[in-house]
């Protein structure tokens, strides 16, 4: 098992939500979370021995940015974003937004309600072509059935919390194997047992699990632990571990190479 020294040299949070109650917050099916700032999830992750991550913006934030930005101003250059944008965004805004350190566009079918799948393909090809963004999905596996050639012909695809269920978890799997990436996070949210489900994902592709708290857990029955972090060192080799925790996800979000 990897010592708690040796886990704070690898350790990288690629899912985590911001609540600043300075910037706009909206009801999410009669839904509105606490505070959790960026001064508060740095308190976690040092304990942690977190590093750096990504902060992905939540159901109840809309489409507003502000608030990721400051957050990442406070959070420094090791972190990055993943916020969800208005269908009418330009070049010219998304251009700086990543200057600011967001790297990703997030699309929510799990609690964001229908929506049109062209505007989603158009978006996700549009911030793939100017900045080189993934989208990330919040969705159910067992929506994805209907929705595995379109989603993997997008050009560049994550999926959050394992995928959430059992049922049609074999798509999640073959999406996998294809390349697409699945956020090993919100343990807490799952019908299904975690460690089984990510020695599925990683026998399938290796480089696609990335190891996320879902800090602050908004919703989730169970919110992160640390155990969650035992529970991969566990069921997998310390390579194998390194690259969950930190290393799939450093390559992922361009990390590995200081970029932001």
């Not at 990288?12 to 979370?33: E, K, S, T, V």
């Not at 934030?61 to 090791?78: F, H, I, N, R, W």
């Not at 159910?140 to 995928?163: E, K, M, W």
């Not at 390349?179 to 807490?188: C, E, N, P, Q």
């Amino acid at each position: 098992m990897i010592t708690i020294s040796e886990r704070r040299k690898i350790m990288f949070d690629a899912h985590f939500h911001i609540i600043d109650p300075r910037f706009p917050l909206q009801l999410n099916q009669g839904y509105l979370p606490p505070a959790f700032t960026a001064a508060a999830y740095q308190q976690k992750a040092s304990r942690l021995g977190i590093t750096g991550g990504v902060c992905v913006s939540g159901s109840f934030q809309g489409t507003d940015t502000s608030y990721l930005v400051e957050a990442l101003k406070t959070l420094g250059p090791a972190y990055c974003g993943v916020a969800e944008l208005p269908e009418n965004y330009t070049a010219e805004e998304i251009l700086k937004l990543h200057e600011n350190g967001v790297r990703g566009h997030r699309i929510n079918l799990h609690r964001g309600g229908k929506k049109d799948l062209q505007t989603i393909k158009r978006t996700a090809e549009f911030v793939y072509d100017v900045c080189g963004w993934h989208t990330e999905f919040y969705i159910s596996s067992a929506s994805l059935p209907p929705l595995f050639d379109f989603l993997r012909d997008l050009p560049a695809v994550t999926i959050d919390h394992l995928g959430l269920t059992q049922e049609g978890f074999c798509s999640l799997l073959s999406l996998a194997e294809t390349g697409v990436r699945v956020k090993a996070s919100g343990f807490g949210r799952l019908n299904m047992n975690p460690a089984a489900a990510m020695r599925d994902i990683y026998e399938r592709h290796p480089d696609v699990l990335m190891f996320g708290t879902d800090l602050p857990s908004t919703r989730a029955p169970r919110p992160f632990h640390k155990d969650d972090v035992r529970l991969i060192e566990t069921s997998f080799s310390p390579e194998a571990s390194k690259k969950i925790l930190k290393k799939n996800a450093e390559m992922w979000y361009g990390m590995k190479r200081g970029v932001l």
